[in-house]
């Protein structure tokens, strides 16, 4: 896991991507750290300044999230109607991917709650794609 300091190089490095982007959100992960950046695209320059300063704040103590990736290319459809905040445990059937007949179960990879839903139930997902953000217990 990478320290402090690293964490808040990366940090730097990615609002200075963003300040020639049109991008209000960039996301980078490093060894199960992910880093997220956001702008609000109405701020004048002097409140991104300022957010730029509150998201370091908050990212100098990161919160351990844990994405659930698709493990293939498919149709997603999920288990239940998730919400932000539903506690989950180690192998809890979130969905499925459903792909040219075959159906490949996406499960908890640990105790937590639910922080954010990424795929929609029926949307259509590549391998990889983040579904589910698991803060960690």
């Known amino acids: 896991m990478p320290d402090r300091e690293e964490i808040l190089r990366l940090v730097d490095e990615l609002l200075r991507l963003a300040e020639g982007s049109n991008a209000e959100t960039i996301e980078v992960e490093v060894e199960g750290v992910t880093v997220t950046v956001r702008r609000d695209m109405g701020a004048a320059a ?8 509150r998201e370091r704040e ?7 999230v844990q994405r659930v990736r698709a493990t293939t290319v498919g149709i997603f459809s999920a ?4 919400q932000p905040g539903d506690a989950v445990k180690r192998g809890t059937i979130l ?27 029926g949307a259509p997902v590549e ?3 983040p ?3 698991i803060a960690l217990a």
């Not at 908050?58 to 351990?64: D, H, R, T, V």
């Not at 288990?79 to 998730?82: H, L």
């Not at 499925?96 to 990879?109: F, K, M």
């Open 46 to 53: 002097e409140g991104e300044a300022i957010e730029g300063v």
């Open 58 to 64: 908050a990212i100098a103590e990161p919160e351990k």
């Open 79 to 82: 288990a239940k109607e998730w």
């Open 127 to 129: 391998y990889g794609q």
């Open 95 to 121: 969905g499925a991917i459903q792909s040219l007949g075959h159906v490949a179960d996406i499960t908890a990879p640990a105790d937590g709650t639910i922080q954010e839903i990424l795929a929609a139930a």
């Open 131 to 133: 579904l589910f953000a």
